[in-house]
């Protein structure tokens, strides 16, 4: 599920839509999937195939560090955000 988001985030093997690496990156990330839950909190974050919203943007990142993503833990601590 996470790497079907990341081919339609970078348009490899398939056109390129950011919607669709949404629900895919929501879909991994619900099972679990600790670097879809921090690529979804991206999306929310740069409004990539939803709308901006930064608190949605938070609670995944918040998900993604809670699951050991070191990319989310470095961003929380950088910005001081917990």
Same mark, same amino acid.
């Not at 993604?64 to 070191?70: D, K, P, V």
């Given at each position: 599920? !996470?790497?079907? +988001? @990341?081919? #339609?985030?970078? =348009?490899? $093997? %398939? ?5 669709? *690496?949404?629900? /895919? ?12 839950? !921090?690529?979804? +909190? @991206?999306? #929310?974050?740069? =409004?990539? $195939? %939803? ?5 949605? *943007?938070?609670? /995944? ?22």
């Amino acid at each position: 599920m !996470y790497k079907a +988001g @990341l081919c #339609y985030s970078s =348009g490899s $093997g %398939v056109k390129r839509n950011d919607a669709k *690496a949404v629900a /895919w990156y929501r879909k991994a990330a619900e099972e679990g999937y600790s670097e879809a839950a !921090y690529r979804l +909190g @991206l999306s #929310y974050r740069q =409004g990539l $195939g %939803v709308e901006k919203d930064e608190h949605e *943007a938070l609670k /995944w990142f918040r998900g993604s560090a809670a699951r050991g993503n070191t990319q989310a833990k470095e961003l929380l601590e950088t910005e001081q955000v917990n």
